[in-house]
């Protein structure tokens, strides 16, 4: 189940990559997998390795931030 219904009608269901940025335990990504060819998530909190794994999926554990600095999680 999608956890943000409302953005559903805005992401194209079918593509070469889709990015999820902040994918979490990978609702959208494990949606989208299955009719993109590749879909690569950006999540940094570990405890989500478990529900990330899949077909297609490329999982980089970092953040997105909007400046250029090192946090720790």
């Known amino acids: 189940m999608i ?4 953005l559903v009608s805005y ?3 079918t593509g ?3 990015l999820d940025v902040g994918a979490n335990h990978g609702t959208w990504s494990h949606w989208l ?3 993109y060819d590749q879909v690569i998530a950006i999540e940094p909190n570990l405890d989500c390795q ?3 794994i899949g077909k297609n999926i ?3 554990w970092a953040a997105a ?5 090192i946090r720790e999680f």
């Not at 956890?3 to 409302?6: C, G, I, N, T």
């Open 3 to 6: 956890e943000e219904p409302w």
């Open 11 to 13: 992401v194209p269901v």
């Open 16 to 18: 070469r990559t889709f």
């Open 33 to 35: 997998a299955k009719s």
């Open 50 to 52: 478990p529900y990330l």
């Open 58 to 60: 490329w999982v980089h």
């Open 65 to 69: 931030w909007n400046k250029r600095e």
